[in-house]
């Protein structure tokens, strides 16, 4: 099983940041509307505060637990906080795989891999935190491992 490159708790951190920072400016806003006597500036940073902690928190548990393995047949992925997930993608079911790097991403020299599959709306799964030589060989892997899993001429199912 194959982890995700450290560098991915600095992208989850920086939303944990940016969510905390939106929240406590909320709370802030709404103290001030609701209640006139109860201090935004207790109340902004104490939600900043929470948030953030368990935002980190948060962070880090997922970063411990994240596991992806290129399986000669499937693509298996572990993840989870609080629920754990285990997918098991089959090549023969994947139509397509793209790779993405954000703004951050690219600073920190990261990607993703996103896998599209068959089936119903919103089948995919993503393998973030890849170092960016790694997007690209885990891209050609899958996309090589999905062709060589179609199936020949005249096998499978007729329609």
């Not at 989850?12 to 500036?41: E, H, I, K, N, Q």
């Not at 991403?105 to 993703?112: A, D, F, Q, Y």
């Not at 020949?152 to 007729?158: R, V």
């Amino acid at each position: 099983m194959e982890r995700l490159d450290g560098k991915v708790v600095v992208v989850w951190l920086w939303r944990v940041l940016v969510f905390a920072v939106v929240l406590a400016v909320a709370a802030g806003v709404a103290v001030t509307v609701l209640d006139p006597g109860v201090s935004r500036l207790v109340v902004a940073p104490a939600v900043f505060g929470v948030v953030a902690l368990l935002g980190t928190l948060h962070a880090l548990l997922r970063y411990r637990i994240w596991r992806f393995d290129v399986r000669e047949d499937t693509l298996y992925i572990e993840r989870g906080v609080l629920v754990r997930v285990r997918t098991t993608v089959p090549y023969v079911r994947v139509q397509h795989v793209d790779s993405r790097r954000g703004p951050l991403e690219r600073v920190l020299g990261l990607g993703r891999v996103v896998v599209y599959t068959a089936g119903s709306r919103g089948a995919d799964v993503a393998i973030p935190g890849l170092a960016a030589a790694r997007v690209d060989d885990v891209q050609e892997t899958l996309r090589r491992l999905a062709i060589e899993s179609e199936p020949e001429d005249g096998e499978g199912d007729a329609v």
